[in-house]
C-alpha cells in the first residue's frame, strides 16, 4: 500500500524552510527519503527506521514518528539545488521491497 | 564501477510486441527490483527479487515478467506490450540488511503506440 506524501508540491525561495510529510496506515520498519531531479534518476538521501531517530543531511534532516506511522523531511534555508521530486520509500518489514509514495515536487527559486 | 546499467534507455514498441529491459548491477547487491513512473504517480513497483532464481510481485506486476538467472542481472520482460506500458522504468538495487540504500539505474522510457 503507498504511503502518502504531503503536500503534493511546494514553492519556496532561497532561505526558506520547508517540510515534507509522509504517512502510512500500517506499520513500518523504517522510511527512506530519495530526491529525483528531472529526468534523473532518484538518489538517496536518508533511511529511518523505527524507534523515532533523527537522521540528518546537511541541511536536510528527517524524523520518524513511529506512533502515528509518520515520517517527516526538513529542509532548512533551502537553496536551489533543493529542486527536484521527493519520495518517500517505505518497508513493513526489514528485507522487503520499498513501496514509494507519489512525491512532492519542491521548486526553489532566487 | 558502473553501478546500475539499464538497456535500452530508449524504446518504441507497436502494440502487440514483446521485449525485455535487461538491469545489470556490479555492486554484487543481493536484491533487485523494477519500478515504473508515471506522472503523477510516483514509483510503483512491478517485481522484485531477493537473490539468485527468486522473484516475487509488487504492486502492479500484470503484463510483466522477470528472471534472474544471475546474481547481477534482472531483466523484465514485456510478451504483448499495450499503450498502457508507457512510463519510464527503473531498476534499482540493493544489500540485504539494515540501513542499505537503492541505487538506481537511469531509467528506459518506453513508448507503445
Known amino acids: 500500500q503507498q504511503p502518502v506524501q504531503s503536500p503534493q508540491a511546494v514553492i519556496l525561495r532561497e532561505g526558506e524552510d520547508a517540510v515534507i510529510n509522509c504517512s502510512s496506515s500500517k506499520a513500518l520498519y523504517s522510511v527512506h527519503w530519495y530526491r529525483q531531479k528531472h529526468g534523473e534518476a532518484p538518489v538517496f538521501l536518508m533511511i529511518l527506521l523505527k524507534g523515532g531517530e533523527q537522521k540528518g543531511h546537511d541541511k536536510i534532516s528527517a524524523s520518524f514518528n513511529e506512533k502515528k506511522q509518520q515520517s517527516s523531511l526538513y529542509l532548512t534555508a533551502s537553496q536551489l539545488s533543493y529542486s527536484g521530486t521527493y519520495f518517500c520509500?517505505?518497508?513493513?518489514?526489514?528485507?522487503?521491497?520499498?513501496?514509494f509514495g507519489k512525491g512532492t515536487t519542491l521548486s526553489v527559486s532566487s | 564501477n558502473a553501478g546500475v546499467t539499464q538497456t535500452p534507455k530508449f524504446r518504441v514498441l507497436k502494440t502487440g510486441q514483446s521485449m525485455t529491459l535487461l538491469c545489470a548491477q556490479d555492486?554484487?547487491?543481493?536484491?533487485m527490483y523494477w519500478y515504473r513512473q508515471d506522472p503523477g504517480m510516483g514509483l510503483r513497483l512491478i517485481h522484485y527479487s531477493v537473490g539468485e532464481g527468486t522473484t516475487a510481485k509488487g504492486e502492479v506486476p500484470d503484463g510483466y515478467n522477470v528472471s534472474r538467472l544471475k546474481k547481477q542481472n534482472f531483466l523484465l520482460g514485456l510478451e504483448s506490450a499495450a499503450p498502457s506500458q508507457t512510463s519510464v522504468y527503473f531498476c534499482?538495487?540493493?544489500?540485504?540488511?539494515?540501513?542499505?540504500?537503492?541505487?538506481f539505474g537511469q531509467g528506459t522510457r518506453l513508448t507503445v503506440v
Open positions: 534499482a538495487s540493493s544489500y540485504l540488511g539494515e540501513f542499505t540504500e537503492a541505487f
Open positions: 555492486m554484487n547487491h543481493e536484491y
Open positions: 520509500g517505505t518497508e513493513r518489514q526489514a528485507g522487503t521491497a520499498l513501496i
